[in-house]
């Protein structure tokens, strides 16, 4: 059971706008910045959001991150097959060390 | 460009052991903290182990403090995991991962580690 918590799947039809929610704690998401990871099997899972809402060079602007207060949410727009994939939130804790990740949603292009 | 290459992976009975290796180039190696992330079959990603840059500071997840311990060769530029007393709860794919600023900005492709007897 992770510490982030995510909706298992998603989906969406090609040019329509979805969004990943992930709800977290006072002690992990509610005290740290939130970023996000796009995992396609069998590759390396790759940053696509870093401090909430800031994008990395290279990721599209379909890509958008928010954050209130305990939850943070990602926003696809302009959905694209090669969006399929699972998508991770992630936050520092700081109790560990390290970070603790969600669950993972698998975005499905129907 | 950066780049990750993790090895070593492989089918281990339980109860023995293993060390993963993450071989990388393109950047400094010795400025950057460094991570061990694991992802179990049918699960997400679970973080395994940080190292600091200069090597002094090592944090653990609670699931395998005591049995991994996370080190690195600044001559080979090469990150390594030494995993003891594996079970099957350990089977999955292990990353490594290049921290920036308490992020991953590069991971590896990964490498398979399978407990089973």
């Known amino acids: 059971q992770s510490v982030l918590t995510q909706p298992p799947s998603a989906s969406g039809t090609p040019g329509q706008r979805v969004t990943i929610s992930c709800s977290g704690s006072s002690s992990n998401i509610g005290s740290n910045t939130v970023n996000w990871y796009q995992h396609l099997p069998g590759t390396a899972p790759k940053l696509l959001i870093y401090s909430n809402n800031q994008r990395p060079s290279g990721v599209p602007d379909r890509f958008s991150g928010s954050k209130s207060g305990t939850s943070t949410s990602l926003a696809i727009s302009g959905l694209q097959s090669e969006d399929e994939a699972e998508y991770y939130c992630a936050t520092w804790h700081d109790s560990m060390n390290g970070p603790v990740f969600g669950g993972g949603t698998k975005l499905t292009v129907l | 460009q950066v780049q990750l290459v993790e090895s070593g992976g492989g089918v281990v009975q339980p109860g023995r052991s293993l060390r993963l290796s993450c071989a990388t180039s393109?950047?400094?190696?010795?400025?950057?903290?460094m991570h061990w992330v694991r992802q179990a079959p049918g699960k997400g990603l679970e973080w395994v182990a940080v190292m600091s840059s200069d090597g002094t500071n090592r944090y653990y997840a609670d699931s395998v403090k005591g049995r991994f311990t996370i080190s690195g060769d600044t001559s080979k530029n090469t990150l390594y995991l030494q995993m003891n007393s594996l079970g099957p709860e350990d089977t999955g794919v292990y990353y490594c991962?290049?921290?920036?600023?308490?992020?991953?900005?590069?991971w590896g492709q990964g490498t398979l580690v399978s407990v089973s007897s």
């Open positions: 393109g950047f400094t190696f010795s400025s950057y903290g």
């Open positions: 991962a290049r921290d920036f600023r308490r992020l991953f900005d590069y």
